[in-house]
T-cell receptor, first 116, second 115 residues
């Protein structure tokens, strides 16, 4: 998973604040995925993005959460007005392309969000 | 939706012992991934299986996908403390041979290896 860079590694926010999580995919990868790992739950898909496009956001909560992957710069997962239930590890993954059977998904080290 | 069941949920073995982790799906698997996660860290890609009956090995770890493509196993030979961690199987939600990157994961198997 070397190469998918996430920052910060740890983020502490008070209830009502905004959280911004960043992800730089591996070099040459133009597909980014965000996953969330809640305590006592498994790893769940949130959103899939390509450059400047959201392809699938079926796993994203309808309110307060948004994601973008601009033409330049990292992908951003934004959580507005955080609540304690948002405390989790957020992982970003990237791949070179989809539509092929052999594509591997590489994960970053994650951002641990703690809401006080 | 596709559900993945991993067994056992946790496993404690003595160094040098062999072990097997299973991953069972309610639906046909079109792409089955195995990852290892260390506490507080990201996921390390281990192997990906696609074809029924496929088997792949890397160092002391072997993964298999059964002919019906509904069950996969991960086998570790002569385990070492460095093998300790959480093992996750993930299934690609793409169908018919396309890789979509949208994975459903099992709940994980916690492996402890005592020296």
């Amino acid at each position: 998973n070397a190469g998918v860079m996430q920052n910060p590694r740890h983020l502490v926010r008070r209830r009502g604040q905004e959280a911004r999580l960043r992800c730089s995919p591996m070099k040459g990868h133009s597909h980014v995925y965000w996953y969330r790992q809640l305590p006592e739950e498994g790893l769940k898909f949130m959103v899939y993005l390509q450059k400047e496009n959201i392809i699938d956001e079926s796993g994203m909560p309808k309110e307060r959460f948004s994601a973008e992957f601009p033409k330049e710069g990292p992908s951003i997962l934004r959580i507005q007005q955080v609540v304690r239930g948002d405390s989790a590890a957020y992982f970003c993954a990237s791949s070179h392309r989809t539509g092929l059977i052999n594509e591997k998904l590489f994960f970053g080290s994650g951002t641990q969000l703690s809401v006080l | 939706s596709q559900e993945l069941e991993q067994s056992p949920q946790s496993l404690i073995v003595q160094e040098g012992k062999n072990l097997t982790i299973n991953c069972t799906s309610s639906k046909t698997l079109y792409g089955l991934y195995w990852y290892k996660q260390k506490y507080g860290e990201g996921l390390i890609f281990l192997m990906m299986l696609q074809k029924g009956g496929e088997e792949k090995s890397h160092e002391k770890i072997t993964a298999k996908l059964d002919e019906k493509k509904q069950q996969s196993s991960l086998h570790i030979t002569a385990s070492q403390p460095s093998h300790a961690g959480i093992y996750l199987c993930g299934a690609d939600k793409g169908t018919g041979g396309t890789s979509y990157g949208k994975l459903t994961f099992g709940q994980g198997t916690i492996l402890t290896v005592h020296p």
